[in-house]
């Protein structure tokens, strides 16, 4: 069956449609008001109730001595676009802001939109489902950065302690070769399986890539390089998504101790300066219910949480970032910090899309073409959860070394090393020579994993259809987020600065020359496969990336937008420590995307759990905090010393 372009559109308005469906009642009950938080005093206040603040919130709360409110811009959504897995396949824009990036400057002055999930449980309520990791050199690299016990062996336990895998069915298994190995998993909230649902033409489609020069591992969570299956955030039981709301937050949502404020904006973390120091002791919020604006406080610590475009913003909003930055906003200069915002990642993708003959039936497109098909399989689900909306969006694909997808990976790597960096960065590198420093030893680290075997540099997801996407998983280029001078209180100005260094660009030209002779193979000569996006009539260099930015299948991002708060030492141009307190302030930590250093080869939600289970142990372990109260009533700290 033909692939249409409209598909894309009619995808769009059936998002539409599914997500005003998807919150039938509004907004949800909250666990507490504004008015029983306003002026109240906490053991800890986490702001961002997504992902990672509610694995935090979670732990934090296991001890009933201590007192959590978690402070959340969204609201809980329960609607069926969260729960059923075909659901992941329409962007549930509802439960997302409204944000636009800031003009491109090296894709045409394109914007595009900046996918961030705006509800409790944020990304892993409104994501794609996809559930994997990067390799052990990928988090070595974070060690390698400066970050003691962020290696794949310290954060191998935490992915043990966040999810856990239940396996598809034997029929599925056998039918079309399902491979997997439960003990690379743990025993964690986080449910995980590869659908026993799939479409008849991914056995076609997965078995191409045997032929190709690439490993293909029985697990790719143990070993995640080359092409494999790969689970899912789904519940084998009930065939439900397994988000951070219904496995981290629902089962403890009565403890006494813990409290869910939504519908709230933080837009201030506050100070207390009164010692010389700047110690964090609580927020300044605004009710989305009627404008009021609160304060509420924290005596143990402020928690940061509101992911990977919102928390730098949140720190430019308090204080700290670049002072020129700052000024130009009017906003009071609490400490100079130019790498708030700074260091900024995603994963550059390319919609690349075939048109495709002689499809099985059903296959991902009959969901649009075919209307008995999609109110059958709507049917099925209701019945008993089983059938095609019991699978998402897809369960395999490809991460390869730059050898295994280019031939040149030699020659374009070599590039690397002979350019002046400051040629190919945002201005502000250029005046901060912390930052530079930060940004060249991240530059060794990717010269290396360019050449080496043990790190992805492209992706390419693995779907039973002509939908053939492909992402830089390594990019050179960093992009900047700030403040809005003349809104500073309105979204954050987002500029992913993608293919500022030209490298990037040769190298997705490659990804994009590789998809082309991977579907030229005989093997998947029974599709005639034609290309539509960006179109086989751009052949040069230079014509593919104009053809793909002007046809819009290249994007700044794949939804993983990270490292605005990079934990690096702060001589090498980062904002949190490896103990997650920021720089120059006492008691504010950061949990989120943003902490990032260097964006590994992976979806990131299954290292987000991780860190966020890691990040919960560190803050638990910290000593020193129990002096003597001040007027407000908060732990007043006068030396922060953490143990582990
Ligand atoms: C459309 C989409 C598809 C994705 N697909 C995948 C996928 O298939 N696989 C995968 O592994 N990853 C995927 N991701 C990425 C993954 O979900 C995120 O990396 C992850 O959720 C990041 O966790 P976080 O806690 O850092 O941020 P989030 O989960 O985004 O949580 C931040 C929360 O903070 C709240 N917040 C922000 N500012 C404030 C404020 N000032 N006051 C109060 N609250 C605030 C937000 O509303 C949000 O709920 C996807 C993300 C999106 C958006």
Redesign the pocket.
């Known amino acids: 069956m033909a692939y249409s372009i409209g598909l894309v559109l009619a995808l769009q308005i059936l998002s539409l449609l599914s997500s005003t469906a998807a919150v039938p009642n509004g907004p949800q009950p909250r666990n507490t008001t504004f008015s029983e938080a306003k002026e109240q005093t906490y053991d800890y206040i986490i ?7 509610l694995v935090v919130a979670n732990r934090l709360s296991e001890d009933p001595e201590k007192t959590v409110l978690v ?4 609201y809980v959504d329960n609607g069926i676009a969260t729960y059923i897995p075909y659901k992941a396949n329409i ?1 549930n824009v509802a439960d ?1 802001y409204p944000i636009t990036s800031a003009p491109e400057p090296f894709l045409g002055n394109r914007t595009y939109p900046v ?5 409790v449980g ?3 309520i ?7 990791r990067g390799s052990d050199a990928d988090y070595d690299a974070w060690e390698q950065l400066g970050n003691d016990g962020w290696g794949w062996a310290g954060l191998k336990p935490y992915f043990f302690k966040s999810n856990h895998f239940t396996a598809p069915s034997e029929s599925s298994v056998k039918e079309f070769g399902i491979t997997y190995n439960a003990s690379a998993y743990g025993n964690g909230p986080i449910q995980v399986s590869v659908p026993s649902f799939q479409f008849k033409d991914i056995k076609t489609i997965f078995g191409s890539w045997k032929v190709e020069n690439v490993p293909m591992p029985i697990e790719g969570f143990a070993e995640p390089i080359g092409a494999y299956w790969l689970p899912n955030d789904i519940n084998n039981a009930t065939a439900t998504r397994s988000n951070a709301h219904v496995t981290y937050f629902v089962p403890v949502e009565n403890r006494t101790n813990l409290k869910l404020l939504t519908g ?4 201030k973390v506050l100070f207390d300066n009164s010692y010389g120091n700047l110690i964090a002791n609580g927020v300044r919020m605004v009710s989305h219910a009627d404008g009021t604006v609160a304060k509420a406080y924290a005596n143990r610590e402020v928690i940061l ?4 475009v ?1 928390t730098p913003h ?1 720190l430019l909003l308090s204080g700290i970032g670049p002072q020129d930055v700052l000024a130009a906003a009017n906003v009071t200069v609490l400490k100079d910090t130019p790498a708030v915002g700074s260091n900024f990642q995603d994963h550059p993708s390319l919609s690349m899309t075939y048109n495709l003959s002689n499809e099985a039936f059903p296959n991902p497109n009959s969901y649009t073409l075919n209307a008995t098909f999609l109110a059958d399989a709507s049917a099925q689900y209701s019945k008993d959860h089983t059938g095609p909306w019991s699978f998402g969006r897809g369960s395999a694909s490809a991460f390869l070394t730059f050898k295994q997808f280019s031939s040149k990976w030699q020659s374009i790597t070599a590039k690397i090393s002979q350019q002046n960096p400051l040629d190919f960065l945002p201005a502000r590198y250029s005046q901060n020579p912390a930052l530079l420093a930060g940004y060249m030893n991240q530059r060794e680290m990717l010269i290396q994993e360019y050449l080496g075997d043990t790190s992805a540099i492209g992706e390419y997801p693995i779907q039973a259809w002509g939908h053939a996407s492909a992402a830089l998983e390594k990019p050179l280029s960093r992009g900047i987020l700030t403040l809005n001078a003349s809104n500073p209180q309105g979204f954050p100005v987002v500029q992913w600065n993608a293919l500022q260094n030209p490298v990037d660009a040769e190298v997705l030209v490659e990804l994009i020359k590789f998809n082309r002779a991977h579907w030229a193979r005989k093997e998947l000569a029974v599709y005639n496969p034609v290309e539509l996006l960006p179109g086989a009539q751009y052949q040069t260099n230079e014509e593919i990336i104009q053809g793909s930015i002007s046809t819009g299948t290249l994007s700044p991002t794949f ?2 937008p990270s490292g605005g708060c990079a934990m690096m030492p702060e001589e090498l141009g980062g904002v949190v420590s490896d103990r997650l307190l920021v720089y120059g302030t006492e008691r504010l930590s950061v949990v ?2 943003s902490i990032i250093p260097m964006i590994p080869a992976t ?4 290292t ?1 759990y991780a860190v966020a289970e890691k990040a919960a142990d560190i803050i638990k372990s910290r000593a020193g905090l129990h002096a003597s109260s001040n007027s407000r009533g908060y732990l007043a700290v006068f030396a922060s010393i953490d143990v582990i």
Do not use: W
């Not at 409104?126 to 994997?132: I, K, Q, W």
């Not at 979806?603 to 299954?606: E, S």
């Open positions: 702001v961002g109730g997504g992902l990672t603040g402070i959340e811009n969204g962007l997302m996918r961030v999930g705006n509800v944020g990304g892993s409104v994501n794609g489902m996809v559930f994997d709230t904006r933080v837009n949480a509101a992911g990977g919102f949140l939804a993983h989120d995307a979806h990131l939600q299954a987000m």
